[in-house]
C-alpha cells in the first residue's frame, strides 16, 4: 500500500516569534483558492516563520477533510489533525472560534471560504484581512460587485486582495479597473513547500 505523503517536512521544532497574528481569508467565489491560499499561509508562517499556528476551516464546504484523507498527520482526532506547527480545524462554526483563538498558537488563519457575509465582524477583526479573487475572464466582474458591497465598511481599503494562478497582465488590467493594488500569487505544486517568489511576496505583505 503507497504511503500517503508527509506535509509540511520543514516545519521547526523551535519557534522565535512574538505577538499574535489573526490572517482572515475571503473568497469572491467557490473555486478562486481560498484554502489554496490558506495552506501556503500556513506553511509560511508555520515553516518559514515558526509561528505554532492554527488554521480554521470556518465555512461549510469541508474541504478540510479531504486534505485530512490525503496525506499522513503526526496527530488527528475528530475535530483536527496537526503536523509539527500547524493544526487544522474542521468545521469551526462560530460557536467552536472563540475557544480556538484563545488556545496557544501564535498565528490564526480563518478560511471563510464564500460565506465571509456571514462572518464578517470576524473578518474585519482580523489583524490582515484577505480577498483571494479569481482571474478568469467569466469571474473577473464578482470582484468589482465585492467591492462595491464592501465600499462602506469601514478599514476596506487595507484589504489584501490576492489573485492565485493569474497572469501578471491580469493581475495588473484587474488592478487598473479595482484602482487598488492586486496581487498575485505564484503557481506551487506542492502548497506546503513555498517558493522564494512566495516567500518574498508574503514577506513583503507580513513581514
Known amino acids: 500500500m503507497k504511503r500517503k505523503p508527509m506535509l509540511f517536512k520543514r516545519l521547526s521544532a523551535v519557534g522565535n516569534h512574538t505577538g499574535k497574528v489573526t490572517i482572515g481569508l475571503a473568497g469572491i467565489n467557490r473555486g478562486c483558492g481560498v484554502t489554496y491560499t490558506g495552506m501556503l499561509l500556513a506553511s509560511y508562517f508555520g515553516s518559514e516563520k515558526r509561528m505554532r499556528t492554527a488554521f480554521l476551516e470556518c465555512n461549510n464546504h469541508t474541504d478540510f477533510s479531504r486534505l485530512q484523507s490525503a496525506y499522513e498527520w503526526d496527530r488527528e482526532d475528530e475535530v483536527s489533525f496537526s503536523l509539527g506547527k500547524v493544526t487544522f480545524y474542521k468545521q469551526a462554526d462560530c460557536g467552536r472560534i472563540p475557544g480556538i483563538l484563545s488556545g496557544d498558537y501564535d498565528c490564526f488563519i480563518l478560511d471563510f471560504g464564500t460565506d465571509c457575509a456571514a462572518h464578517m465582524n470576524e473578518f474585519i477583526r482580523c489583524t490582515y484581512k ?4 479569481d482571474g478568469a475572464v467569466w469571474n473577473q466582474g464578482r470582484m468589482l460587485s465585492f467591492l462595491e458591497a464592501a465600499e462602506n465598511i469601514t478599514g476596506n481599503k487595507e484589504w489584501i486582495f490576492l489573485i492565485p494562478l493569474a497572469g501578471r497582465k491580469t493581475v495588473n488590467r484587474l488592478a487598473n479597473m479595482a484602482k487598488r493594488s492586486i496581487y498575485r500569487l505564484p ?21
Open 130 to 133: 484577505i480577498v483571494v479573487a
Open 187 to 207: 503557481y506551487e505544486p506542492d502548497p506546503t513547500s513555498i517558493s522564494e517568489e512566495t516567500f518574498k511576496l508574503f514577506n513583503f505583505l507580513f513581514g
